[in-house]
């Protein structure tokens, strides 16, 4: 653990991905898939739920079905985590799930252009949540 807090993953509002900011846990995740979805895009569903912590949490999703390669799952996983660490969020969890294919076995498994819209819907899904407003939670 003390390797973590060397790397100045603890302050606030810092770029990290560190374990506290990552839904980790089957229970977590169900918890934040009962709840409707709060934003849908052309290829991701994004729940949310309020969290008692300082920070907002993230959980991401990508079913073989939708991206049967690894390289695409893990880019989109990349992608999605790379602008949760740059984008300031309310203390919120957050699970982003793929809906729809990105692409088929037939087109290349990962092009910029790809890229580029997987960061523009993110972006829009992460902004949206910027704004919302959430139940302020009593600190216990």
């Known amino acids: 653990m003390d390797s973590l807090q060397t790397n100045g993953s603890t302050g606030e509002g810092s770029h990290d991905f560190a374990r506290a900011r990552r839904i980790i846990k089957t229970d977590e995740f169900s918890s934040v898939f009962r709840l409707r979805p709060a ?5 991701f569903v994004l729940y949310t739920r309020p969290n008692q912590l300082p920070h907002a ?5 990508v079913a073989k079905r939708f991206a049967p390669r690894a390289v695409t799952r893990n880019t989109i996983k990349r992608v999605t985590r790379e602008l949760f660490r740059v984008t300031a969020l309310p203390p919120i969890d957050c699970v982003v799930r ?18 580029v819209e997987l ?7 992460f902004a949206s949540q910027k704004k919302a407003k959430f139940p302020v939670n009593p600190a216990k």
């Open 39 to 43: 934003q849908k895009s052309a290829h």
């Open 119 to 125: 960061r523009q819907e993110l972006t829009r899904l």
């Open 57 to 61: 949490r993230l959980g991401v999703v």
């Open 98 to 115: 793929l809906s729809r294919p990105v692409n088929s076995k037939d087109q290349p498994a990962t092009t910029a252009k790809l890229k």
